[in-house]
């Protein structure tokens, strides 16, 4: 596959479809992810899927076809076995007398041709989809769609074997446990919720009991929905099987636990489920943070940086030393500009260090450390190491005390360049918590190169977007600049199929960057309040987070709802 990938990467720089240095990066992707080049050049943004695919038509001397364009036949796609399709990555489209045709992203691959041609004893003609497409139909045709009202109707109503009495829990016997969260049905619903939420592309799994009722609810775009109430007698036995799936103690319910649990999913790809295991008034609560390296957005372009910023953003970061902070509540996108900041600077050139608590994505190239609290391993012992390992880049995943935030400092006085979080509300207001640590106002000036303060709103569903009105009162109260008043458009998402009726599918980061030059440099060793450092960082031309969610609205990204969802008034 090697060989064939290379082969592929050649024949596009040559054609000019990408260039030398996107098909390097490209491949280091693909080393930490497993995946196929053609996949990873689509996920970077390098080639249009349609591209490729015309490209792969041409060059294999094979038709193309748009998966999405036609409905296949219920009985060609029984010709063909789900584990078959899964594992050669192929889809059966037509089928003529003894001819089967079969879409596949590598019409290179006669292994999986001949082994098709055996399975079904039907000459074979390919054709050629793009890896995303191929994917997207093997999930519609073939992947099971029980529902929870199915699977729930395994519970037998009767059944007393799930059934403990609330006031004996603490006398409920392990083995009891271990034989109910192993039995079928709970299983299978505990399955079905794990690839439920993948599919609906949840970033967090709730499971909380209460005294009389359970609920299960996923964080979908940053947002929970819940979607069953599973009877109170499975309680235990589905926080059971989760604690058997993360290899955690089950017998101990009374103090907080923290697990893992990895799913294969086929095509060589994988799930991680960071857990949490939290005991509440009324048992346990779990929630399962979902990890999903393949949706892991690398590319800076895609994040929500306007396109000056970002110009500003990467010369930034292309300094030798200095400190780049990046500020927002949790859950608001700081890891994954991180990444893909690290991703940038990523260069074989280059000895990059990261201290992260936890490492949510392995990253090939870069050094990674999980911190251990318990036997002494944190952010502040880390950088010390680190400064001793020969570093260029070092990100410290969070700033949370003086200690770390000195070393931090000296880093990046002494030609490291430092990347790190702080949990702050804005840009500005970064400074004074820095100050408020024990950091002297000279060195945060000559040492910081620039705060960013980000928030993620929910984009607005591509396939049911519309114009609104709006009254102007609104949008005058919103922060919308009067000069653009008359050409503001607002759009809305009305609900469809594609996003559950939300009206929103997706994230987009809202991003305010406060670069520092000598004129902020100035304030802040005069001591300036965090309203004076706005102010003056506004009159050098940097756009607040409502700003930047306001110019959202009008390129019809997001809603007037999500910015005043996410953002203060400035």
Same mark, same amino acid.
């Given at each position: !596959? ?32 497993? #995946? ?59 089928? =003529? ?27 074979? &003609? ?23 009202? &199915? /699977? ?15 006031? &004996? ?10 034989? $109910? ?21 949840? $970033? ?8 009389? =009722? ?13 979607? !069953? ?64 390296? =393949? ?57 990059? *260090? ?26 502040? $012992? $880390? ?36 990347? =790190? ?39 607005? *569903?591509?396939? *049911?977007?519309?114009?609104?009105? /709006? ?24 609900? *469809?199929g594609t996003c559950n009726n939300t009206g929103y599918k997706g994230r ?13 440099? &100035? ?30 609205? #009008? ?16």
């Amino acid at each position: !596959m090697a060989d064939d990938n290379s082969r592929l990467g050649e024949l596009l720089v040559k054609e000019q479809l990408i260039t030398p240095l996107q098909l390097r990066r490209a491949v280091d992707s693909q080393r930490g992810s497993g #995946g196929r080049l053609g996949h990873e050049l689509t996920k970077l943004g390098y080639i249009d899927e349609n591209e490729l695919t015309s490209f792969l038509s041409k060059q294999y001397g094979v038709p193309s076809v748009n998966l999405s364009d036609i409905e296949l036949d219920p009985d060609v796609l029984k010709l063909l076995p789900k584990e078959v399709v899964t594992r050669h990555q192929v889809v059966p489209v037509n089928r =003529s007398g003894s001819t089967l045709i079969v879409a596949m992203a590598d019409p290179s691959n006669i292994f999986a041709i001949d082994d098709i041609k055996f399975i079904t004893k039907f000459h074979i &003609e390919v054709v050629v989809a793009s890896e995303q497409a191929i994917a997207d139909a093997i999930e519609q045709y073939y992947t099971s769609n029980v529902s929870f009202d &199915e /699977v729930m109707m395994d519970f037998d109503a009767d059944d007393e074997e799930f059934d403990f009495e609330q006031d &004996e829990e603490e006398d409920i016997n392990v083995l009891d446990l271990e034989k $109910s969260a192993g039995d079928a049905p709970v299983v299978k619903l505990v399955n079905l919720i794990l690839l439920d939420a993948i599919r609906k592309n949840a $970033s967090d799994i709730h499971v909380e009991p209460y005294e009389k =009722s359970m609920r299960i609810r996923y964080r979908i775009d940053g947002v929970l929905y819940e979607v !069953m109430k599973p009877p109170l007698k499975l309680k235990n036995a589905i926080i059971s099987r989760f604690k058997i799936m993360s290899n955690l103690d089950i017998a101990e319910r009374r103090l907080p636990q923290d697990g893992r649990i990895k799913m294969k999913l086929g095509r060589g790809k994988e799930m991680d489920f960071r857990v949490s295991v939290l005991p509440v008034l009324w048992g346990e609560k779990i929630v399962l943070r979902l990890l999903d390296k =393949s949706n892991l957005q690398l590319d800076m372009t895609k994040l929500g940086f306007e396109s000056k910023v970002l110009a500003q953003y990467k010369e930034m970061i292309a300094k030798p030393f200095g400190m780049i902070l990046i500020t927002g509540p949790t859950g608001s996108g700081k890891t994954t500009t991180l990444y893909s900041t690290l991703s940038e600077l990523n260069k074989t050139t280059t000895n990059i *260090c990261t201290a992260e608590d936890p490492v949510e994505f392995n990253l090939f190239g870069i050094n990674q450390v999980q911190m251990h609290d318990d036997i002494g391993l944190n952010f502040a $012992s $880390s950088l010390r190491s680190f400064l001793r390992q020969d570093p260029d880049i070092i990100m410290v995943g969070e700033i949370r005390d003086f200690e770390t935030a000195e070393i931090a400092v000296k880093a990046a006085l002494t030609g490291h360049l430092v990347l =790190s979080t702080l949990h702050t509300n804005d840009a500005p207001s970064s400074v004074s918590r820095m100050l408020n640590m024990g950091i002297e106002p000279f060195l945060v000036a000559s040492s910081v190169n620039l705060i960013g303060a980000q928030r993620l709103a929910r984009k607005i *569903c591509k396939d *049911c977007r519309e114009p609104i009105d /709006v009254p102007r009162q609104v949008l005058i109260d919103l922060g919308v600049p009067a000069e653009q008043l008359d050409d503001y458009q607002v759009y809305r998402g009305k609900g *469809c199929g594609t996003c559950n009726n939300t009206g929103y599918k997706g994230r987009i980061g809202l991003y305010e960057i406060m670069f520092f030059n000598d004129e902020i440099g &100035e304030f802040v060793l005069n001591g300036a309040s965090t309203l004076e450092l706005k102010r003056e960082a506004i009159r050098q031309g940097m756009k607040t987070l409502r700003m930047s969610g306001i110019q959202k609205i #009008g390129e019809g990204m997001t809603s007037v709802e999500e910015v005043v969802r996410v953002t203060a008034p400035d």
